[in-house]
């Protein structure tokens, strides 16, 4: 079993800063892309950013310049430093991984249960 666990959302004044950070954990064999998604209230989800197992980064054009994903594969971490946070980045952010177990050795795809960002005055 493997679990994504994310934290440090919160409430934050726009023009602010916040650091989101997911750990994977359980019988991880290896892991390709990480990713963060977010969901706004009465909207679907949408990726925010996501890096492969190489580094390579995508960033929706809504968060180009102010969002910067990164990870620490030796502790299977990633984290998403957003800055200059709007009104509009007001969201559940997701971790999202595909994940290779270290049991039956299967990839699979998986999601933590989200953290709140609220970016409001």
């Known amino acids: 079993q493997v679990q994504l666990v994310e934290s440090g959302g919160g409430l934050v004044q726009p023009g602010g800063s916040l650091r989101l950070s997911c750990t994977a954990s359980?019988?991880?064999?290896?892991?390709?892309?990480m990713g963060w998604y977010r969901q706004a209230p009465g909207k679907q989800r949408e990726l925010v950013a996501v890096m492969s197992s190489g580094d390579t980064t995508t960033y929706a054009d809504s968060v180009k310049g102010r969002f910067t994903i990164s990870r620490e594969n030796g502790k299977n971490t990633l984290y998403l430093q957003m800055n200059t946070l709007k009104p509009e980045d007001t969201a559940v952010y997701y971790c999202n991984a595909d994940v290779r177990d270290s049991i039956l050795f299967r990839w699979e795809n998986y999601w933590g249960q989200g953290t709140q960002v609220t970016v409001s005055s």
């Open positions: 359980g019988s991880i064999f290896s892991i390709n892309a």
